[in-house]
């Protein structure tokens, strides 16, 4: 049975779709793996050379199946990794419950062995479902203060989804992201981020910053195809490792 993992940052601009696309291309060297887009930014959908205005004008984003009785396998394009994609359409409707994607999802679960979610940078009633439907959960976390802020409230949702409907979600790991090794302040925020955690939580290596994410994401491609030898690969690369040990 495959494993769902939902990357769930409650705040944008922290490398989480970046993780999510390059951490899919990493595993899909061995594994069958799909990405879900759950944020109507559709920026994975982009960053996949994919056009989400197409796509909801078309009804052929993960909406029209959370809402109606299309299967999501109706809404899967590419291979490997695969993806259903999303769109605006996502904003304007409300889920009939937040245990539809789980449902949704069920009968994927035989032919994928690892299923992404993709999740908007706000704890919504999607995100409920996103998390309801995963076996894990990645926490993306850029060094700011404002991320530790809120990383408190992520981490109580989390527990309270646990609580309520999915007893067996359990935390993977954070991962720090944009991380200037030479700037002090980097430094200190991500020793006291492994202070804070470490005991209860994997404290993944940082993910470097480089311009060089942008390039790929302008030229549809995961950094890892891209700009194989760029810094930060070794770092998806060792991630993925981690997470197929892990399920071992």
Same mark, same amino acid.
């Not at 076996?135 to 809120?150: E, M, N, R, T």
């Not at 302008?218 to 770092?235: N, Y």
């Given at each position: 049975?495959?494993?769902?993992?939902?990357?769930?940052?409650?705040?944008?601009?922290?490398?989480?779709?970046?993780?999510?696309?390059?951490?899919?291309?990493?595993?899909?060297?061995?594994?069958?793996?799909?990405?879900?887009?759950?944020?109507?930014?559709?920026?994975?959908?982009?960053?996949?050379?994919?056009?989400?205005?197409?796509?909801?004008?078309?009804?052929?984003?993960?909406?029209? %199946? *959370?809402?109606?009785?299309?299967?999501?396998?109706?809404? =899967?394009? &590419? #291979?490997?990794?695969?993806?259903?994609?999303? !769109? @605006?359409?996502?904003?304007?409707?409300?889920?009939?419950?937040?245990?539809?994607?789980?449902?949704?999802?069920?009968?994927?679960?035989?032919?994928?062995?690892?299923?992404?979610?993709?999740?908007?940078?706000?704890?919504?009633?999607?995100?409920?479902? %996103? *998390?309801?439907?995963?076996?894990?959960?990645?926490?993306? =976390?850029? &060094? #700011?203060?404002?991320?530790?802020?809120?990383? !408190? @409230?992520?981490?109580?949702?989390?527990?309270?989804?646990?609580?309520?409907?999915?007893?067996?979600?359990?935390?993977?790991?954070?991962?720090?992201?944009?991380?200037?090794?030479?700037?002090?302040?980097?430094?200190?925020?991500?020793?006291?981020?492994?202070?804070?955690?470490?005991?209860?939580?994997?404290?993944?290596?940082?993910?470097?910053?480089?311009?060089?994410?942008?390039?790929?994401?302008?030229?549809?491609?995961?950094?890892?195809?891209?700009?194989?030898?760029?810094?930060?690969?070794?770092?998806?690369?060792?991630?993925?490792?981690?997470?197929?040990?892990?399920?071992?």
């Amino acid at each position: 049975m495959g494993q769902v993992i939902s990357v769930v940052s409650q705040k944008g601009g922290v490398g989480k779709t970046t993780t999510v696309i390059n951490l899919a291309s990493c595993l899909a060297e061995k594994k069958r793996v799909l990405i879900v887009d759950l944020d109507s930014q559709g920026n994975a959908t982009l960053d996949m050379g994919l056009m989400p205005t197409k796509l909801d004008a078309e009804k052929k984003t993960i909406i029209y %199946a *959370l809402i109606g009785t299309k299967p999501l396998q109706d809404m =899967i394009l &590419l #291979d490997n990794p695969a993806i259903i994609p999303a !769109g @605006q359409s996502l904003v304007s409707v409300e889920l009939p419950s937040t245990n539809v994607l789980r449902e949704k999802l069920k009968p994927l679960l035989t032919e994928y062995d690892y299923i992404l979610i993709d999740c908007a940078p706000t704890l919504t009633r999607t995100t409920a479902a %996103a *998390l309801n439907a995963s076996d894990y959960v990645l926490v993306p =976390i850029d &060094l #700011d203060i404002k991320s530790f802020a809120g990383i !408190g @409230q992520l981490f109580a949702t989390i527990a309270e989804v646990k609580q309520r409907g999915n007893p067996s979600l359990s935390i993977i790991g954070v991962l720090p992201t944009r991380y200037q090794k030479r700037h002090k302040h980097d430094q200190a925020m991500l020793e006291r981020l492994k202070k804070i955690l470490e005991s209860r939580y994997k404290v993944f290596t940082p993910i470097p910053e480089t311009t060089n994410v942008k390039k790929a994401s302008r030229a549809s491609q995961p950094l890892i195809r891209f700009m194989p030898r760029a810094r930060g690969v070794k770092e998806y690369y060792d991630l993925a490792e981690y997470i197929v040990n892990h399920g071992k």
